[in-house]
């Protein structure tokens, strides 16, 4: 009853917007939705930030991942994979709370890594800490539109992605400004993070590339999509 109550709302809508195109596919392959033509299409922008400090957040060099702690973020494969790399002089940060912190934190214990790696819970400075990772990680075993993913690639951080769904193969190009892995594959993430670690040039390449991002998802020109957006759909 509620996705035909939606349904018909959809249909009745001036415009029904979403973020990737692999939400508008998923969308479209429901019986119920598959005929509605007023579907657009608008990714998410790169958000604002303060200047990052040049005070360090860590001692140490650090990978990152940014976002809630709940199993469908993937922080428990972020946390294999890292134990797997076994990376000298490296730690792992991650930023956010969330449902899931107890079992993370018993994983980290059980792995031994509780001095590698840091549950930090949410920051206000998230700038300081993309700027100054050594890789970040979207581990994702789904998405929406990974605003984590764009906000680190916006500091040219290099990125490592999950290619789940949806978001993350149309944000990255595979080895140009970013890495895709296989959705779930740990092993396929612990020998990226190996390879990236000890291979500067490819993450200096990553990184000019990433940061690209704040060209096509520029607020103020997404921002022009939505009001012309608005405006046609009002006449």
């Given at each position: 009853?509620?996705?035909?109550?939606?349904?018909?709302?959809?249909?009745?809508?001036?415009?029904?917007?979403?973020?990737?195109?692999?939400?508008?596919?998923?969308?479209?392959?429901?019986?119920?939705?598959?005929?509605?033509?007023?579907?657009?299409?608008?990714?998410?922008?790169?958000?604002?930030?303060?200047?990052?400090?040049?005070?360090?957040?860590?001692?140490?060099?650090?990978?990152?991942?940014?976002?809630?702690?709940?199993?469908?973020?993937?922080?428990?494969?972020?946390?294999?994979?890292?134990?797997?790399?076994?990376?000298?002089?490296v730690d792992l940060l991650i930023v956010g709370d969330g449902e899931e912190k107890s079992n993370l934190i018993c994983?980290?214990?059980?792995?031994?890594?509780?001095?590698?790696?840091?549950?930090?819970?949410?920051?206000?400075?998230?700038?300081?800490?993309?700027?100054?990772?050594?890789?970040?990680?979207?581990?994702?075993?789904?998405?929406?539109?990974?605003?984590?993913?764009?906000?680190?690639?916006?500091?040219?951080?290099?990125?490592?992605?999950?290619?789940?769904?949806?978001?993350?193969?149309?944000?990255?190009?595979?080895?140009?400004?970013?890495?895709?892995?296989?959705?779930?594959?740990?092993?396929?993430?612990?020998?990226?993070?190996?390879?990236?670690?000890?291979?500067?040039?490819?993450?200096?390449?990553?990184?000019?590339?990433?940061?690209?991002?704040?060209?096509?998802?520029?607020?103020?020109?997404?921002?022009?999509?939505?009001?012309?957006?608005?405006?046609?759909?009002?006449?």
């Amino acid at each position: 009853m509620l996705k035909l109550i939606t349904a018909l709302l959809y249909k009745k809508a001036k415009a029904v917007v979403v973020s990737a195109k692999g939400v508008e596919d998923c969308l479209r392959k429901n019986e119920l939705f598959k005929d509605i033509t007023n579907v657009y299409r608008i990714p998410n922008a790169v958000p604002e930030f303060d200047n990052p400090s040049t005070r360090l957040v860590h001692s140490r060099p650090f990978i990152l991942g940014v976002g809630r702690l709940s199993y469908v973020k993937g922080f428990d494969q972020l946390i294999t994979a890292f134990s797997n790399a076994q990376l000298d002089g490296v730690d792992l940060l991650i930023v956010g709370d969330g449902e899931e912190k107890s079992n993370l934190i018993c994983q980290i214990y059980n792995l031994g890594l509780r001095d590698r790696v840091k549950l930090l819970g949410a920051k206000t400075n998230l700038q300081d800490y993309y700027s100054q990772a050594e890789i970040f990680v979207l581990p994702s075993r789904n998405e929406g539109y990974p605003n984590a993913l764009v906000e680190a690639m916006s500091f040219g951080c290099p990125c490592i992605a999950m290619n789940c769904e949806f978001g993350p193969s149309e944000i990255i190009k595979n080895k140009k400004n970013g890495i895709l892995l296989p959705n779930g594959s740990i092993d396929a993430l612990s020998n990226t993070l190996k390879q990236l670690i000890a291979d500067p040039l490819l993450k200096d390449n990553l990184s000019r590339e990433a940061i690209k991002i704040n060209k096509t998802n520029n607020a103020d020109q997404l921002l022009g999509k939505w009001e012309r957006l608005i405006l046609s759909r009002l006449t």
